[in-house]
C-alpha cells in the first residue's frame, strides 16, 4: 500500500521535499499532502542565492528547466567582497570551480550560482508539484494539534477536521506548528531586533557597477548586499541588515509612506561613501522597502518526534542556531 506523507508547509522546503518524495521513493510512490497556512502563495520576500549544490538538486527534481523556461535568475559565478572605506576588493567568493566552467566533478554537469526571487523560485516548485500525481496542497489551514501514535499522525485543523499520514514532515518555517505542538515545545524562536532591508533598484546607464553579478560591501556598520536576479540585468536586488525594535509581522511586511524614506536615510547613513560611489544611486532609486526580521533558534534541541513518525526540515529545524562562541578573557 502507498505510504500517506503529511507535509506542514508549502515554502521552499515544502515542495521540495514532495517533489523529491515522489520522484526518487520506489513504487507505489506515495500519497502526498500538503498543508499551507497561508490563503494562497506569498509574493513578499527577496532574492535568494541558489548555490550550485542547489541548482545540482533543483536540475534533479525538474525544477532548473522550469526557472529556465521562464527566464528566472541572474547567473552569478562569484560573489565579490569589497570593503566600502577603499571600494577595493577583498575576496571573491568563487562558483567558477578548478576549470572556471562550474562546480561538479570532471565529466559531470557543472553548474555556477544563480539569484532568483523566492516567489519566482516557490511558483516554479508549485508548477512542478502539482505535475505530480497524487500530491494534493491544501491552502489556508490551520492546525491546532498534531498526535503521533504507532499507527500514525493525526493533524487537527480549526473547525474540527483532521487528516491522517503514515509520517509527517514539519517544513513550516521558523514559527513552526509542528515544532512548538509536538516535537519541541520548549524551544521558541526569538526576535533577534535585526531585521533585512530589501528593496529592487533601476541600474543607471551611467552608475558602472563595479561587480559583474552580486557584490557583499562590508562596513563597521554592516554589510551591503547588492545583485543582479533577472535576465535582462537592468535592475538590482539590494539588501541590508537594520536594527529595528518592533516587528509589524513575523514574515515580512512592506514599509508604508514616510518609514520609506527614513529606510533610505538609515541605509545612506551607513553607505554612502565616496570610494564606492554606486551604492548612493541604487538606494535613491529604489522602491518598496520589504523589511524581513530575522529569527534565531536557541542551540541544541530535537528534531524527531519520539515515535519517529515526525521529522522537522529546513527552516523549521535549523534556521540562524545560537552558538555561544567563548570570548577570550571573558
Ligand atoms: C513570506 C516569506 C518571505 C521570506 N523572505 C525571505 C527573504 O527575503 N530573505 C530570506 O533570507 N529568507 C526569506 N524567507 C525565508 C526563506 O524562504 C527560508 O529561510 C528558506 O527558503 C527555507 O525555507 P523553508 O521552506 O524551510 O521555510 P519558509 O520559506 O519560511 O516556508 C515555510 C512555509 O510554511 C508555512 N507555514 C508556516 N506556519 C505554518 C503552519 N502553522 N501551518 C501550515 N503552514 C505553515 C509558511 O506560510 C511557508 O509557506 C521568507 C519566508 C517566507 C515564508
Redo the contacts with the bound molecule.
Keep these: 500500500m502507498a505510504l500517506q506523507i503529511v507535509i506542514?508547509?508549502?515554502?521552499?522546503?515544502?515542495l521540495s521535499s514532495a517533489i523529491a518524495l515522489k520522484k526518487y521513493l520506489p513504487d507505489p510512490k506515495p500519497i502526498i499532502t500538503i498543508?499551507?497556512?497561508?490563503s494562497a502563495p506569498?509574493t513578499?520576500?527577496?532574492a535568494?542565492n541558489l548555490t550550485p549544490k542547489a541548482l545540482r538538486y533543483l536540475d534533479h527534481l525538474g525544477v532548473l528547466e522550469v526557472l529556465h523556461a521562464e527566464g528566472a535568475g541572474a547567473e552569478c559565478r562569484a560573489i565579490e567582497l569589497f570593503d566600502l572605506y577603499t571600494g577595493s576588493k577583498t575576496a571573491d567568493l568563487d562558483f567558477r570551480g578548478r576549470d572556471g566552467d562550474g562546480i561538479g566533478k570532471t565529466g559531470s554537469k557543472k553548474y555556477f550560482a544563480m539569484r532568483v526571487m523566492?516567489k519566482e523560485l516557490q511558483r516554479a516548485l508549485l508548477k512542478v508539484m502539482g505535475e505530480q500525481e497524487g500530491c494534493e496542497l491544501l491552502f489556508g489551514?490551520?492546525?491546532v494539534d498534531i498526535e503521533e501514535s504507532t499507527d500514525g499522525v493525526r493533524v487537527g485543523f480549526k473547525g474540527g477536521q483532521s487528516i491522517h499520514g503514515d509520517v509527517l514532515l514539519g517544513?513550516?518555517?521558523?514559527?513552526?506548528?509542528v515544532r512548538s505542538l509536538l516535537i519541541d515545545k520548549d524551544r521558541k524562536p526569538t526576535y533577534t531586533k535585526i531585521a533585512?532591508s530589501?528593496a529592487v533598484s533601476n541600474v543607471r546607464r551611467e552608475n558602472q557597477l563595479r561587480w559583474d553579478a552580486t557584490a557583499l560591501i562590508s562596513s563597521r556598520r554592516g554589510s551591503f548586499m547588492a545583485s543582479y536576479f533577472e535576465k535582462s540585468r537592468k535592475q538590482q536586488y539590494i539588501a541590508v541588515v537594520l536594527e529595528t525594535e518592533e516587528v509589524n509581522s513575523r514574515?515580512?511586511w512592506k514599509v508604508k509612506g514616510a518609514d520609506q524614506a527614513e529606510v533610505k536615510r538609515q541605509i545612506l547613513e551607513r553607505f554612502d561613501n565616496k570610494a564606492i560611489p554606486e551604492l548612493r544611486q541604487l538606494v535613491e532609486d529604489a522602491g518598496d522597502w520589504?523589511l524581513?526580521p530575522v529569527y534565531k533558534l536557541p542551540h541544541g534541541g530535537r528534531w524527531t518526534a519520539p515515535g519517529g513518525r515526525c521529522i522537522l526540515?529546513?527552516?523549521?529545524a535549523h534556521?540562524v542556531l545560537v552558538v555561544d562562541i567563548p570570548i577570550e578573557g571573558a
Design positions: 506542514i508547509g508549502a515554502g521552499i522546503t515544502g498543508v499551507e497556512t497561508r506569498s513578499i520576500g527577496g535568494v523566492r489551514k490551520d492546525v517544513c513550516d518555517g521558523i514559527h513552526s506548528c533585512t530589501m514574515e515580512g520589504t524581513y526540515l529546513g527552516d523549521a534556521a
